[in-house]
């Protein structure tokens, strides 16, 4: 029997490639059939490794789980966009690998993820989710998150709704 080390940390530099590959194919999955083809492709295209390598460097909070040598998946967060909002922090994105979801491993980086933001003073949280994308809206309900506001965003001349989800502090 072999032990597979399961860890949260910090994105460094060195992970930008293996970050868009987890990115590629998360959003990939996740959007198959919400997003049009051409529009997600480009959206895929565009977060491919230069664009993680700057994220990165210019100190975004990119966090990921590893399980073993390989990124099962990623955060990225910050402070609140919306200003429209009274929220502190933001989780811009929370992504698992497709065979990484429905383990709990989700639940447990949208927690460090929480738990980072509430240290660097983010105690109250928002999410935002697209309205057609169930899992995730499942994901976040089951987290105890409140629908607290809708927008929406356009993709090439698809408009789709989108849901912010909240944690007060």
Not at 53 to 73: E, N, P, T, W, Y
Request: with cysteine; net charge positive; aromatic share 12%.
């Amino acid at each position: 029997m072999s032990t597979v080390l399961i860890e949260i940390r910090r994105a460094k530099v060195s992970d930008a490639t293996s970050v868009a590959a987890a990115h590629d194919e998360a959003w990939r999955t996740a959007y198959r059939g919400i997003i049009p083809g051409a529009e997600l492709e480009k959206l895929v295209q565009r977060r491919g490794p230069a664009w993680w390598d700057g994220a990165i460097r210019k100190g975004s909070r990119v966090s990921l789980f590893c399980f073993g040598d390989q990124i099962a998946g990623y955060s990225n967060y910050g402070r609140n966009r919306a200003r429209s909002l009274a929220y502190e922090g933001e989780i811009y994105e929370l992504y698992m690998r497709p065979e990484f979801q429905g383990l709990g491993f989700g639940r447990r980086l949208f927690t460090a993820a929480r738990r980072d933001l509430a240290q660097n003073g983010m105690k109250s949280i928002v999410v935002w989710a697209l309205s057609d994308n169930e899992p995730a809206l499942d994901f976040y309900r089951a987290l105890g998150g409140r629908p607290v506001a809708r927008s929406s965003e356009t993709f090439g001349t698809k408009t789709l709704d989108k849901i912010a989800f909240a944690w007060p502090a």
